[in-house]
């Protein structure tokens, strides 16, 4: 990861849009003083999240935006923005590029962005950390930050390393675990003198209430009885009324029912009787059919006896003929005629079942005379052959007319024979209805009866409910505890399942016994039963809380072991590499000699001033693991450790590091900040002017040192020293134009070369 570009506008002294590229791993940043290059750090230092407006150099957070000059407004905002290259995903965050941007408008709150989406300023912290970026920290070194290392105590230069080294945290954590432990500590002992007091009044209480116990278990058993007794008698009751309702609902549907089936019959009924004035009515129309064809047998009766004179001539004339055939003709001819007068006197007689068959057996009669007739024509063709025609048409006419009257007569005989089956079938109907109808009306009266029952039913279970109310009275119980409203939602299927196990006489008895042993053992003393209770309450949540604080005790003292190891793990790791890189730089920069940073006992009584309890550490670390462990384990609570900066210069011998000249004392913090700077690796750090102090040989010294390490990290310097400008890339110049806006223009230092 390195930084790609810084964009600023509006912040401090640079009002217009300015933005610096970082394609190299050393950039420089030169100008003269007041120029505001420092402002370019102050930018970078911003965006990063700083909030010390000491750090900043402003007084307040809106004096960062650009205040004006006499030929510039003043600038409603400052916006400073940078650009992060995350090709290898250092960032926990799925761009290649990551944009890191802070604005401040005048009157409103700062405002953060990643990668131009709104975010909190912790959120940044938060993503930067991860890369060892941050306004703290080793990310910016100003001159102050190099001299604070030389002059701050051990304890505070082993904090400060710890600091850039991310151990800082863990130390905070270890701190706050320490004082929770102290605290459980104080908290467990109080605990358990409570404990130890509470004991004997305990035991004398426990003693107290021994023979109420056994009350208690009779009461609970006698009230779970009273209370199975009394909802059992309660659903019993219920589920008889339940039983009781549904019996009223069938019998008053079925009443309903019942009723309209009357009504049903009795129409039928009324119906079926005034249909039988029409069959009355019927019967006379065709009575008088039947005298109307009774009048036209009798014209056809005369009309035969008109045939029978015209037969009679007939007969005569034939006999003058043909004596012989004459003579047979009309013994013939006589006696049938006798016959079909007797006959039709016969039809005469009403017996309409008879008379179809007998019109019949008269028409075949009838064409035998007929045919004898014609048997005696056809001896006299030629003399009678005119009468012969005539009685023939005589004979069809009437033939049809005798066939016309033996429709209408079947036709009349089949209606009387319809009429009188449907007049017995509605006498049989009318019969059959009336009969159901008296038979509906006794299954009313009969459901009359049983409501009657039922609401006599109903009454004697309210008097078994009001009766059971007042037992419970009584007996002292909750009325409530079993109205209708809770006691009706049961599971009758359940409840028929259980009453078949217990018996409630039984249940009853043993009600009876419960209540005789609770008066045998008498009274319970509430006051000693409440202080008993309480005082149980009040030692199991000692109980309890000691154990709690045994267990948080546990936990903090591991989690402090391994915040210990942990935080000594990562020093010893990260103080070796570094001691390693500072004695490299140091033998870099003069040539020789030797420097270390080395762990130091302090005792903490004698911490305020500062006073180191042992010798400087052996050099050997295995020599100084073994003393540490050979201490008396209260010796080593007393102590703490800090870091004394330890250098042995070539040909020269110093007792104290205040003796050595300034240029000498800032290239050994320059060298301790570099090899810390080269243990962490962060992408980028900034130096603003820490080469001030230097003169030119020592400059390319400093200047050498940042040669080696720009291979690791990037290097942005802002410097007046032209043996660290020669070792750039690129150089930016700044300067200050009459507006009192800074401006800045870069070279390529290698394109120039």
Same mark, same amino acid.
């Given at each position: 990861?390195?930084?790609?570009?810084?964009?600023?506008?509006?912040?401090?002294?640079?009002?217009?849009?300015?933005?610096?590229?970082?394609?190299?791993?050393?950039?420089?940043?030169?100008?003269?003083?007041?120029?505001?290059?420092?402002?370019?750090?102050?930018?970078?230092?911003?965006?990063?999240?700083?909030?010390?407006?000491?750090?900043?150099?402003?007084?307040?957070?809106?004096?960062?935006?650009?205040?004006?000059?006499?030929?510039?407004?003043?600038?409603?905002?400052?916006?400073?923005?940078?650009?992060?290259?995350?090709?290898?995903?250092?960032?926990?965050?799925?761009?290649?590029?990551?944009?890191?941007? *802070?604005?401040?408008?005048?009157?409103?709150?700062?405002?953060?962005?990643?990668?131009?989406?709104?975010?909190?300023?912790?959120?940044?912290?938060?993503?930067?950390?991860?890369?060892?970026?941050?306004?703290?920290?080793?990310?910016?070194? =100003?001159?102050?930050?190099?001299?604070?290392?030389?002059?701050?105590?051990?304890?505070?230069?082993?904090?400060?390393?710890?600091?850039?080294?991310? !151990?800082?945290?863990?130390?905070?954590? +270890?701190?706050?675990?320490?004082?929770?432990?102290?605290?459980?500590?104080?908290?467990?002992?109080?605990?358990?003198?409570?404990?130890?007091?509470?004991?004997?009044?305990?035991?004398?209480?426990?003693?107290?209430?021994?023979?109420?116990?056994? *009350?208690?278990?009779?009461?609970?058993?006698?009230?779970?009885?009273?209370?199975?007794?009394?909802?059992?008698?309660?659903?019993?009751?219920?589920?008889?009324?339940?039983?009781?309702?549904?019996?009223?609902?069938?019998?008053?549907?079925?009443?309903?029912?019942?009723?309209?089936?009357?009504?049903?019959?009795?129409?039928?009924?009324?119906?079926?009787?005034?249909?039988?004035?029409?069959?009355?009515?019927?019967?006379?129309?065709?009575?008088?059919?039947?005298?109307?064809?009774?009048?036209?047998?009798?014209?056809?009766?005369?009309?035969?006896?008109?045939?029978?004179?015209?037969?009679?001539?007939?007969?005569?004339?034939?006999?003058?003929?043909?004596?012989?055939?004459?003579?047979?003709?009309?013994?013939? !001819?006589?006696?049938?005629?006798?016959?079909?007068?007797?006959?039709?006197?016969?039809?005469?007689?009403?017996?309409?079942?008879?008379?179809?068959?007998?019109?019949?057996?008269?028409?075949?009669?009838?064409?035998?005379?007929?045919?004898?007739?014609?048997? =005696?024509?056809?001896?006299?063709?030629?003399?009678?052959?005119?009468?012969?025609?005539?009685?023939?048409?005589?004979?069809?006419?009437?033939?049809?007319?005798?066939?016309?009257?033996?429709?209408?007569? +079947?036709?009349?005989?089949?209606?009387?024979?319809?009429?009188?089956?449907?007049?017995?079938?509605?006498?049989?109907?009318?019969?059959?209805?009336?009969?159901?109808?008296?038979?509906?009306?006794?299954?009313?009266?009969?459901?009359?009866?049983?409501?009657?029952?039922?609401?006599?039913?109903?009454?004697? =279970?309210?008097?078994?409910?009001?009766?059971?109310?007042?037992?419970?009275?009584?007996?002292?119980?909750?009325?409530?505890?079993?109205?209708?409203?809770?006691?009706?939602?049961?599971?009758?299927?359940?409840?028929?399942?259980? +009453?078949?196990?217990?018996?409630?006489?039984?249940?009853?008895?043993?009600?009876?016994?419960?209540?005789?042993?609770?008066?045998?053992?008498?009274?319970?003393?509430?006051?000693?039963?409440? $202080?008993?209770?309480?005082?149980?309450?009040?030692?199991?949540?000692?109980?309890?809380?000691?154990?709690?604080?045994?267990?948080?005790?546990?936990?903090?003292?591991?989690?402090?072991?391994?915040?210990?190891?942990?935080?000594?793990?990562?020093?010893?790791?990260? !103080?070796?590499?570094?001691?390693? $890189?500072?004695?490299?730089?140091?033998?870099?920069?003069?040539?020789?000699?030797?420097?270390?940073?080395?762990?130091?006992?302090?005792?903490?009584?004698?911490?305020?001033?500062?006073?180191?309890?042992?010798?400087?550490?052996?050099?050997?670390?295995?020599?100084?693991?073994?003393?540490?462990?050979?201490?008396?384990?209260?010796?080593?609570?007393?102590?703490?450790?800090?870091?004394?900066?330890?250098?042995?210069?070539?040909?020269?011998?110093?007792?104290?590091?205040?003796?050595?000249?300034?240029?000498?004392?800032?290239?050994?913090?320059?060298?301790?900040?570099?090899?810390?700077?080269?243990?962490m690796q962060p992408p980028f750090v900034v130096l603003d002017e820490v080469d001030a102090a230097l003169d030119e040989s020592n400059a390319r010294r400093f200047a050498k040192i940042l040669a080696d390490i720009v291979d690791t990290t990037q290097f942005i310097v802002v410097t007046h020293n032209r043996a660290t400008m020669e070792m750039a890339k690129i150089l930016y110049g700044v300067s200050m134009g009459e507006e009192g806006i800074s401006k800045a223009i870069s070279i390529k230092l290698e394109e120039e070369k």
């Open positions: 990861m390195k930084l790609k570009s810084l964009e600023i506008l509006g912040f401090k002294s640079f009002a217009n849009k300015t933005v610096f590229y970082f394609p190299e791993k050393f950039t420089a940043i030169v100008g003269p003083n007041g120029s505001g290059k420092s402002n370019i750090v102050d930018a970078i230092r911003w965006v990063l999240g700083e909030r010390d407006l000491k750090k900043l150099r402003v007084a307040n957070s809106e004096e960062v935006i650009f205040n004006g000059t006499p030929n510039k407004a003043r600038m409603s905002l400052a916006q400073v923005s940078i650009v992060l290259d995350n090709s290898l995903n250092e960032l926990p965050i799925d761009f290649k590029e990551v944009v890191i941007k *802070r604005r401040l408008e005048r009157g409103k709150e700062t405002q953060y962005f990643i990668n131009d989406s709104a975010v909190r300023l912790k959120d940044v912290v938060e993503l930067l950390a991860r890369a060892k970026i941050g306004s703290e920290g080793l990310t910016i070194i =100003n001159q102050g930050l190099s001299d604070s290392l030389l002059k701050a105590s051990p304890k505070e230069r082993r904090l400060m390393i710890e600091e850039n080294l991310g !151990l800082r945290e863990f130390q905070i954590k +270890k701190e706050e675990a320490k004082k929770k432990l102290e605290a459980s500590q104080i908290n467990l002992e109080k605990t358990e003198a409570l404990l130890e007091e509470l004991k004997p009044h305990l035991r004398s209480l426990r003693r107290q209430i021994n023979r109420w116990e056994k *009350r208690e278990e009779i009461f609970q058993e006698l009230s779970s009885l009273e209370n199975s007794f009394y909802s059992a008698k309660f659903k019993e009751i219920f589920l008889f009324q339940k039983q009781i309702d549904q019996e009223k609902i069938d019998l008053e549907k079925k009443q309903i029912d019942e009723e309209e089936k009357l009504k049903i019959l009795e129409k039928k009924f009324e119906e079926l009787e005034k249909r039988r004035p029409d069959f009355s009515q019927q019967f006379q129309d065709l009575r008088k059919k039947i005298s109307d064809i009774e009048e036209k047998r009798g014209n056809l009766f005369k009309e035969l006896g008109h045939l029978e004179g015209q037969i009679e001539g007939l007969k005569r004339f034939i006999l003058v003929s043909k004596p012989n055939v004459n003579e047979i003709t009309q013994k013939d !001819l006589n006696k049938k005629i006798l016959e079909i007068k007797n006959q039709l006197n016969e039809v005469l007689s009403f017996d309409l079942e008879k008379t179809r068959q007998t019109i019949k057996e008269i028409i075949n009669q009838i064409e035998k005379l007929f045919n004898a007739e014609e048997k =005696n024509n056809e001896i006299e063709k030629n003399q009678n052959s005119e009468e012969i025609i005539k009685l023939q048409q005589e004979k069809e006419k009437i033939l049809k007319q005798v066939d016309e009257l033996t429709e209408q007569i +079947k036709k009349y005989n089949q209606e009387l024979d319809e009429l009188r089956k449907k007049d017995e079938m509605v006498g049989k109907d009318s019969h059959d209805v009336l009969l159901a109808v008296q038979k509906q009306r006794n299954l009313i009266n009969q459901n009359n009866q049983e409501l009657a029952n039922i609401s006599l039913k109903e009454e004697k =279970n309210k008097l078994r409910q009001a009766d059971l109310l007042m037992r419970l009275k009584e007996d002292n119980l909750d009325v409530n505890l079993f109205n209708w409203e809770k006691v009706k939602d049961f599971d009758t299927e359940k409840f028929l399942a259980e +009453k078949n196990i217990f018996n409630l006489d039984n249940l009853e008895a043993r009600i009876i016994h419960l209540r005789r042993e609770l008066a045998n053992i008498g009274e319970i003393d509430e006051l000693t039963l409440k $202080e008993a209770k309480e005082t149980e309450e009040r030692y199991q949540f000692l109980s309890q809380q000691s154990e709690d604080l045994i267990k948080a005790k546990n936990d903090l003292e591991s989690i402090i072991a391994e915040l210990t190891e942990k935080i000594d793990n990562q020093f010893s790791e990260s !103080l070796k590499i570094i001691n390693e $890189e500072f004695n490299k730089y140091f033998r870099m920069i003069f040539g020789g000699g030797k420097a270390k940073l080395a762990v130091v006992k302090i005792a903490k009584r004698q911490k305020n001033n500062n006073h180191l309890e042992s010798e400087k550490e052996n050099e050997n670390k295995n020599e100084e693991t073994q003393n540490e462990n050979n201490l008396p384990e209260e010796e080593s609570k007393e102590f703490e450790t800090g870091l004394e900066i330890l250098v042995d210069l070539p040909k020269k011998k110093i007792k104290s590091l205040e003796l050595l000249s300034g240029g000498e004392r800032c290239l050994i913090s320059i060298s301790a900040l570099f090899a810390i700077v080269s243990a």
